[in-house]
Nanobody, 115 residues
Framework: QVQLVESGGGLVQAGGSLRLSCAAS????????MGWYRQAPGKQRELVAS???????NYADSVKGRFTISRDNAKNTVYLQMNSLKPEDTALYYC?????????WGQGTQVTVSS
């Protein structure tokens, strides 16, 4: 069973920055695709960014140029650096680990951006 624990959310003013972290219990963390998703009230969960084991990244158009996903395989941790935050970035952010057969989720961390 894989456990994912997110941290780093909080309240920030528009234009500010936050860095989210997600620590995974998977012993073979480095071979999996990791992703960050978000869900705002009344909206569907959406992909924010993903990072494969080979280093390929994918970003939602709305965050390109502002957010950066990275990973430290030695620490079994994936990060999401969020800069130039906007009120529309306000959401519950979830970490995801995709083995190709199974998908695991963290409990989420709240990000609130005030205008």
């Amino acid at each position: 069973q894989v456990q994912l624990v997110e941290s780093g959310g909080g309240l920030v003013q528009a234009g500010g920055s936050l860095r989210l972290s997600c620590a995974a219990s998977a012993s073979t963390f480095g071979i999996y695709t990791m992703g960050w998703y978000r869900q705002a009230p009344g909206k569907q969960r959406e992909l924010v960014a993903s990072l494969t084991s080979s280093g390929s990244t994918n970003y939602a158009d709305s965050v390109k140029g502002r957010f950066t996903i990275s990973r430290d395989n030695a620490k079994n941790t994936v990060y999401l650096q969020m800069n130039s935050l906007k009120p529309e970035d306000t959401a519950l952010y979830y970490c995801n680990l995709d083995t190709g057969r199974l998908s695991y989720w963290g409990q989420g961390t709240q990000v609130t951006v005030s205008s």
